[in-house]
């Protein structure tokens, strides 16, 4: 069956920190990769995807994203997180026009 | 953007009545539409795909007599909740894509339910 695991449920980080949110899907065909975020009070928005080509993805707000088919991974990173940057970041796999997502993490930056 | 338009925003509603929640896609086509399910400190759960023009696919474990599914138009999608219980209180959130080519999903603000 069709998963997507997220392991850090809750990351509380200070202004400046790096940023790394995994995240691990389990999927026998190809996919399409997706990170969704969602702001305290509003509905969830694409942050980036990947469809194909060039592994390493850029998204809007300095995040970025890098796909290893290998390691099944698409992880999310930013160099230097913002305050504004606290919300909740779902990964989510699309296969054979099914979206699923995983379980989310809710990140914390202390300004 | 893409913009999808979920309403209501939140309901309340007694035991045994039923519940409909529509979709809409403001300015894009969506031949498919999802709608969700997401329980407090928990991920998404597809409940169900919603064809345009076709009876919905729904997800194991998923009633598909108790959440009825209607895609009537290629902007519209209905999901009804029948003879809604308590713990069907959740957070419903439907979800579109642009039926041209490789696109992402766009939400909905989502509907809390409420039944008492």
């Known amino acids: 069956a069709q998963s997507v695991s997220q392991h850090n449920h809750h990351v509380i980080l200070s202004e400046a920190a790096s940023l790394e949110l995994g995240c691990n899907y389990s999927?026998?065909?190809?996919?399409?990769l997706f990170w969704y975020v969602q702001y305290p009070g509003q509905h969830l928005q694409l942050l980036l995807k990947?469809?194909?080509?060039?592994?390493l993805v850029k998204g809007i707000k300095g995040f970025e994203a890098e796909f290893i088919k290998s390691k099944f991974s698409f992880n999310l990173r930013k160099p230097s997180v913002q305050w504004s940057d606290t919300a909740e970041y779902f990964c989510?796999?699309?296969?054979?026009?099914?979206?699923?997502f995983g379980s989310g993490t809710k990140l914390n930056v202390k300004p | 953007g893409a913009v999808v338009s979920q309403h209501p925003s939140w309901v309340i509603c007694k035991s045994g009545t039923s519940v409909k929640i529509e979709c809409r896609s403001l300015?894009?086509?969506?031949?498919?539409m999802f709608w969700y399910r997401q329980f407090p400190k928990q991920s998404l759960m597809l409940m169900a795909t919603?064809?345009?023009?076709?009876?919905?696919?729904?997800e194991q474990g998923v009633e598909k007599d108790k959440f009825l599914i209607n895609h009537a138009s290629l902007t519209l999608s209905t999901l009804t909740v029948t003879s809604a219980h308590p713990e069907d209180s959740s957070f419903y959130i439907c979800?579109?894509?642009?039926?041209?080519?490789?696109?992402?999903?766009?939400f909905g603000n989502g509907t809390r339910l409420t039944v008492t």
């Open positions: 979800s579109a894509r642009d039926y041209r080519g490789n696109s992402p999903l766009h």
């Open positions: 999927y026998g065909g190809t996919v399409n």
């Open positions: 990947y469809f194909s080509g060039d592994p």
């Open positions: 989510a796999v699309q296969g054979f026009n099914k979206f699923y």
């Open positions: 919603s064809n345009e023009g076709s009876k919905a696919t729904y």
């Open positions: 300015d894009f086509q969506a031949t498919t």
